[in-house]
């Protein structure tokens, strides 16, 4: 055990966190990539009859895609896409992260490290295209 | 891992829920998240450098057996592995062995529903 804990202010000890608790816990950065592919994971299977409905849409004819074109153009409907489009590419991002992680690349710990930073620098700028595109500026 | 010998596991203390070690679960999983992100590149690619589609181009698409069959295959891979995640989420934070079946069971019939509904959508382009 290391010496200097008797100097420093005493970090806070968490075994099996409780729900209370979570908002004080601060995770490390492949712990928040962790969790909000959980997250983004569920948000995307909860969405699957919405999504579904929107392909049904879009396909079955020229008067339902013409619908569906005035019903995307409601702002509630495109930030609705955008939150998914970032439940999307963040759940990708972060599933390639772990397919290498799998394949034993980069397991130490600075790696894991910057690499879960890099899931964020990579996602957070592709939804930032996305929403672009959504809201129709390109 | 060593077999325990399941005393308690037989008739009606048999234990039914638990794992079945879980690797064939595990692989399903990576591998139809490959499924799923090489047919996302396929479809971007296409909407991408297709130029503007409209619904034609749209369901245009869709019309070559080739491509109801590659998208088929992949809201497949979508749905199983919808399941496997899902399937770890009620395990993880629902205790209450019954909730947990029934949410089981109902994500699995949901999942079923979609499968089937996806083939309606597909087939009708």
């Known amino acids: 055990m290391s010496t200097s804990a008797t100097t ?13 608790q979570i908002l004080q816990y601060k995770l490390p950065p492949p712990g928040m990539v962790s969790i909000m592919h959980r997250a983004s994971g569920a ?8 999504l579904l409905w929107l392909l049904d849409l879009s396909l079955t004819s020229e008067i339902s895609y013409a619908r569906l074109a005035a019903y ?61 595109r959504i809201f129709g500026v390109f | ?21 879980g690797v064939g679960n595990f692989l399903l999983q990576r ?14 690619a296409r909407v991408f450098f297709g130029g503007p589609l409209g619904y034609d181009g749209w369901a245009g ?24 995640g899902m399937r770890d989420i009620w395990m993880d934070y629902i205790k209450p062995t019954w909730v947990r079946l029934s949410l089981q069971t109902l994500t699995a019939l949901w999942l079923v529903y979609c499968a089937v509904w996806s083939v309606q959508i597909l087939w009708r382009v």
């Open chain 1, 8 to 20: 420093s202010k005493p970090r806070p000890e968490f075994r099996n966190i409780h729900v209370t």
């Open chain 1, 43 to 50: 948000a995307l299977f909860l969405a699957l009859p919405w």
């Open chain 1, 72 to 132: 995307g153009g409601h702002w509630l409907v495109k930030i609705a896409l955008v939150l998914l489009a970032w439940a999307f590419i963040h759940h990708l991002v972060a599933g390639i992260r772990y397919l290498l992680l799998d394949l034993h690349v980069g397991v130490d710990r600075a790696a894991a490290r910057s690499s879960a930073l890099a899931v964020y620098a990579v996602s957070l700028p592709l939804t930032l295209l996305a929403a672009l």
């Open chain 2, 1 to 21: 891992m060593a077999a325990t010998p399941n005393t308690a596991g037989i008739g009606s203390r048999r234990i039914v829920v638990g794992a079945h070690h």
């Open chain 2, 31 to 44: 591998l139809t998240a490959v499924v799923l992100a090489g047919y996302v590149l396929l479809l971007l």
């Open chain 2, 61 to 84: 698409l869709f019309v070559p057996l080739w491509m109801k069959i590659a998208t088929l295959l992949a809201l497949l891979a979508l749905f199983y592995h919808a399941w496997i």
